[in-house]
């Protein structure tokens, strides 16, 4: 089993930043693949932004292309996603995810979920 714990969410204003670390503990092997989903108030979940344990291959929301970037140390099985340029519409709750294998952008792809953080930006 993999546990996911997340940290670095909060209350930002239009165009700051904030970064997200997740951080993989218990038995994952290589190659595997961590990323986000997001989570807005009635809508449903969206991809964000995944990668491969090498961080060799990334792959984004065309959403946050430009604005967000997506990083590991895969000593630690640790994730990064560093947020600038937020919008009000970023505003939702973030999730952590990995899986064993490829990356991919499909939610149902990804086994582990962490248990979320909120992000809101205000405007």
């Known amino acids: 089993q993999v546990q996911l714990v997340e940290s670095g969410g909060g209350l930002v204003q239009a165009g700051g930043s904030l970064r997200l670390s997740c951080a993989a503990s218990g038995r994952i092997s290589r190659p595997y693949a961590m990323g986000w989903f997001r989570q807005a108030p009635g809508k449903e979940r969206d991809f964000v932004a995944a990668?491969?344990?090498?961080?060799?291959?990334?792959v984004y929301a065309d959403s946050v292309k430009g604005r967000f970037t997506i990083s590991i140390d895969n000593a630690k099985i640790t994730v990064y996603l560093q947020m600038n340029s937020l919008k009000p519409e970023d505003t939702a709750v973030y999730y952590c995810?990995?899986?064993?294998?490829?990356?991919?952008?499909?939610?149902?792809?990804?086994?582990?979920w962490g248990q979320g953080t909120q992000v809101t930006v205000s405007s």
């Open positions: 995810v990995a899986r064993d294998g490829l990356i991919t952008m499909v939610e149902r792809g990804y086994a582990y």
């Open positions: 990668i491969n344990w090498s961080g060799g291959n990334t």
